[in-house]
């Protein structure tokens, strides 16, 4: 089946890296995603890999593929108190639908 | 470009009511899925339309409808509203719906059933 799961709470300290984990059952899936939802907002796409990759790095962010244990992380270099918001990782179901993990709360105190 | 819009941002409705939310895709995309975004469910699936075609449905009954028009925008309908359909709705756009492809959110509206 279909399912994609994440730890609901993170807090760092402004300036730490923050690490958020995401585990995944489809091994079919070819795109892992990110997204960022801030309060009251929609869901902005922050970065995606692809699965014959096991890394991809964009400016502060660092995506982790361990495909073989389906384990999905993304780090966030230097966090800071704009970076606070929901993150959630989401595979691409069958038919191209997403697949969203419950997301993960980071709080990021100054 | 322009991003996904969505009208209205916000509803306030009555249960038993029917309600039309409408999405924007970006320009020169063709594919737009909605889906719904609750504390308890989290985000889940509703439905996907492609060339004026349904071609994905998610697992919800049959109050929740779609539609698509020549010019991709579309339209979900939630028909008999209940307490528990107050949720985010987010529509998603991508160029033609492929698994390669990336979605693309829009605000969301947020409807309120009283």
């Known amino acids: 089946g279909e399912d994609v799961e994440q730890s609901l709470f993170l807090s760092v300290r402004e300036g730490d890296s923050s690490v958020i984990n995401c585990t995944y059952t489809?091994?079919?899936?070819?795109?892992l995603y990110w997204y960022k939802q801030e309060p009251g907002a929609g869901l902005q796409l922050l970065t995606y890999?692809?699965?014959?990759?096991d890394m991809k790095q964009d400016q502060r962010l660092t995506v982790l593929l361990n495909k073989k244990d389906k384990h999905l992380s993304l780090r966030i270099a230097d966090t800071q108190t704009g970076d606070s918001a929901i993150y959630f990782c989401?595979?691409?179901?069958?038919?191209?639908?997403?697949?969203f993990g419950q997301g993960t709360e980071l709080s990021v105190k100054p | 470009k322009a991003g996904v819009t969505q009208t209205p941002r916000y509803l306030i409705k009555t249960r038993g009511q029917q309600v039309t939310l409408s999405c924007s895709p970006i320009?020169?995309?063709?594919?737009v899925s909605w889906y719904q975004q609750t504390p308890g469910q989290g985000l889940q699936f509703l439905f996907e339309?492609?060339?004026?075609?349904?071609?994905n449905k998610g697992n919800f009954p049959g109050r929740f409808s779609g539609r698509q028009f020549s010019n991709s925008r579309s339209e979900m309908n939630v028909s008999t509203l209940e307490l528990g359909d107050s949720a985010l709705y987010l529509c998603?756009?991508?160029?033609?719906?492929?698994?390669?492809?990336?979605?693309?959110f829009g605000p969301g509206t947020r409807l309120l059933v009283l």
């Open positions: 339309y492609f060339s004026e075609t349904q071609r």
């Open positions: 320009s020169g995309h063709r594919s």
């Open positions: 890999i692809f699965s014959n990759m």
């Open positions: 998603a756009s991508s160029l033609s719906g492929g698994t390669q492809e990336t979605q693309y």
């Open positions: 989401a595979e691409k179901g069958q038919g191209g639908k997403l697949i």
């Open positions: 489809d091994s079919s899936s070819t795109y």
